[in-house]
């Protein structure tokens, strides 16, 4: 922009490359203040943008216009539309007509741009991968085209869509604009985007597991008035309104969950590798290069598979969909990780925690979600900075006294199941007296009623802090006795 209004304006464009800022807007906005001109701004990703660009333009009733697009609800909130400015909301296509735009680029026009029937399954997979972005439709057709129109080779494409988007040169505008959504991010959103590189593509992930693991990492500052989940809440929220994180409806819409859906979450991976925010080691990827605080394994493992990582500033380990985890691992990883503050085992056929779990001092998220689980050491005791404790779907019946010393804990999650009912039979467990010691518990969940031998109405009057409480077995009697306690809360 420089470059041209200085050579329309006969000015030397090295005078102007040396100006100070002020000077350099007032030399622009005098140029423009005697013309009609049309600027257009696209794909918008920063709040300030107007503040530090607006001064160059000043509104001189000549019937001026910038125009801005952007993809986030949150910059276009940013702007005051005025007789100057327009913003206009870019929408993503509709799954029709990104339909109709794939097809117009990669079938040939004799046969009226027509897809072959054994390709339409593999073409919608790929157009909802593109997200209905008309630039990544148009790459992603443009690469098919130069394909033959066989099932083998666009499936290949589709499996190894992450490798292609990064090193295919027909691709690499995708991802240069996209990655403008992730620069354009303050700080302290990136670390959260970048957290969902950690999970699967299109895996759902529950509110409330994240914000526990966003706090567990310490990304969530304390504001006074909020709790850290209202605020972990108040940064996804920004990020859905940026259009980078979906929204998807729980069961029965009991529960909320988000995802990183397509194109979106290879930006996230891609980053991820580049600032080395997660190792990831699965089927696809089991190079142990690098250096990161995190390290993620999705595949199965040899025993000694730790002694080839040779990096000690691991802080956070998730662990899920192995066939079998053996006690040599856990207690390896305990060991030679002694600072670990995050330990996800959800959906892993894990029969026993060690007791070496209870010299794990700084931890604080352990899920054993879905294990295989039947009691807790006593050494879970010492765990003193942990918050989240997720045992629901386990084979637990009771927990160990040894709770009530986690003096840190936040949400106290646990729940079994009776294989003679159901699978699917949510099924709480005991708890023993003093667990009304832990002052700063907002969650509790589940605890059975009627087979618990301690005085549970006493027991959760100390809980003021108290949000969310599940009990199972309930009878009139319990009930009656309950409903004063937790009116205190």
Same mark, same amino acid.
């Given at each position: ?52 660009v ?19 609800d ?59 972005l ?8 443009g ?6 129109m066989?099932v ?93 994180v ?48 995190r ?34 691992? =856990?207690?390896? %990883?305990?060991?030679?990780?002694? #600072? @670990?503050t995050? /330990?996800?085992? +959800?959906?892993?056929? !894990?029969?026993? $925690? ?31 900075? =942990?918050?989240? %404790?997720?045992?629901?779907?386990? #084979? @637990?019946?009771? /927990?160990?006294? +040894?709770?009530?010393? !986690?003096?840190? $804990? ?30 700063g ?9 009627? #087979? ?38």
């Amino acid at each position: 922009m420089v470059r041209q209004i200085g050579a329309a304006g006969n000015h030397d464009v090295r005078d102007l490359s040396i100006m100070q800022d002020d000077e350099l807007i007032a030399t622009l906005r005098h140029y423009l203040q005697s013309k009609r001109y049309l600027f257009v701004f696209d794909d918008v990703w920063q709040e300030e943008f107007w503040q530090v660009v607006g001064h160059v333009f000043p509104d001189n009733e000549a019937g001026s216009r910038v125009i801005i697009t952007t993809r986030s609800d949150t910059v276009a909130a940013s702007f005051e539309t005025t007789s100057l400015t327009h913003v206009l909301r870019v929408e993503p296509l509709s799954e029709e007509h990104s339909w109709e735009l794939f097809c117009s680029r990669v079938f040939p026009r004799e046969n009226a741009w027509h897809c072959p029937p054994e390709l339409e399954q593999l073409s919608l997979e790929i157009i909802r991968m593109c997200q209905g972005l008309p630039l990544a439709i148009v790459a992603t057709a443009g690469l098919l085209s130069t394909k033959t129109m066989r099932v083998l080779e666009w499936r290949e494409l589709l499996d190894n869509w992450h490798y292609e988007l990064t090193s295919n040169p027909h691709l690499s505008p995708i991802s240069k604009i996209l990655a403008l959504s992730f620069h354009g991010l303050p700080y302290y959103l990136k670390m959260c985007f970048l957290y969902f590189s950690i999970f699967a593509a299109d895996s759902l992930i529950p509110y409330e597991k994240l914000f526990k693991l966003w706090i567990a990492e310490g990304f969530i500052p304390e504001v006074i008035g909020k709790t850290l989940e209202e605020v972990a809440e108040e940064y996804l929220n920004e990020l859905i309104q940026r259009n980078l994180v979906q929204v998807c409806e729980g069961f029965y819409g009991l529960e909320k969950f988000c995802r990183l859906h397509g194109l979106m979450h290879e930006i996230a991976r891609q980053k991820a590798d580049e600032l080395s925010f997660c190792r990831i080691i699965n089927d696809s990827n089991s190079s142990l290069n690098g250096k990161s605080r995190r390290l993620s394994i999705s595949n199965n493992i040899k025993e000694n598979f730790l002694e080839t990582i040779e990096d000690f500033r691991v802080r956070s380990v998730f662990i899920s969909n192995l066939g079998s985890l053996n006690n040599y691992f =856990l207690v390896s %990883l305990f060991t030679k990780y002694p #600072l @670990l503050t995050l /330990l996800d085992f +959800e959906n892993v056929p !894990l029969e026993r $925690l060690p007791e070496e779990v209870g010299n794990l001092f700084y931890l604080k998220y352990l899920s054993l979600k879905n294990t295989k689980v039947k009691k807790l050491p006593k050494s879970v005791g010492k765990l003193q900075n =942990l918050q989240t %404790l997720d045992l629901r779907q386990t #084979l @637990l019946v009771e /927990l160990p006294v +040894e709770i009530k010393l !986690l003096q840190n $804990l936040r949400h106290l999650l646990a729940s079994g199941y009776d294989s003679n009912i159901s699978m699917d039979s949510t099924q709480g467990v005991r708890i023993k007296e003093g667990i009304g010691y832990l002052e700063g518990l907002q969650t509790l969940m589940t605890v059975e009623a009627s #087979l618990t031998g301690v005085d549970l109405k006493k027991e959760l009057e100390k809980l003021r802090g108290l949000r969310k409480l599940g009990i199972t077995r309930l009878t009139a009697e319990v009930v009656s006795a309950l409903c004063p306690s937790i009116e205190k809360m």
